[in-house]
């Protein structure tokens, strides 16, 4: 499967932490979270960090979007990553469409998530 190469998007704008989703070599999909996004990537690309990445060296940032506290992120990364990766690409997708993360959330299932990312 080729993977899209999107641009980055942010939302909301008051948010710290990251959720970003790179493309691999040989198809794959990594989902992660970072303060800096561009550079996470270039540490993926140099060997560092996930075992996951260090196999399978990203190409691409795929989409990122800006989603609230470390512990948010963390939440909303653990139920991105249970997504096919034909949910990852689309997820992608509408993230870079500039979709409200509480809108994405609830669209894919993913129950108390607010507009920042906060669990209710």
Request: with cysteine; charged share 20%; glycine share 10%.
């Amino acid at each position: 499967m080729k993977l899209p190469v999107l641009r980055i998007s942010s939302l909301p704008n008051n948010a710290t932490w990251w959720l970003y989703l790179l493309g691999c070599k040989g198809g794959g999909i990594y989902v992660g979270i970072a303060k800096d996004v561009e550079a996470r990537f270039k540490a993926h690309q140099a060997g560092e960090g996930a075992l996951y990445t260090k196999l399978n060296r990203p190409l691409a940032i795929l989409a990122s979007t800006k989603v609230g506290s470390h512990k948010q992120a963390m939440s909303i990364e653990r139920k991105v990553k249970k997504l096919s990766p034909s949910e990852k690409v689309l997820w992608a997708r509408i993230v870079e469409s500039g979709a409200d993360i509480k809108e994405l959330c609830s669209s894919f299932g993913f129950s108390n998530i607010n507009n920042s990312g906060n669990s209710l």
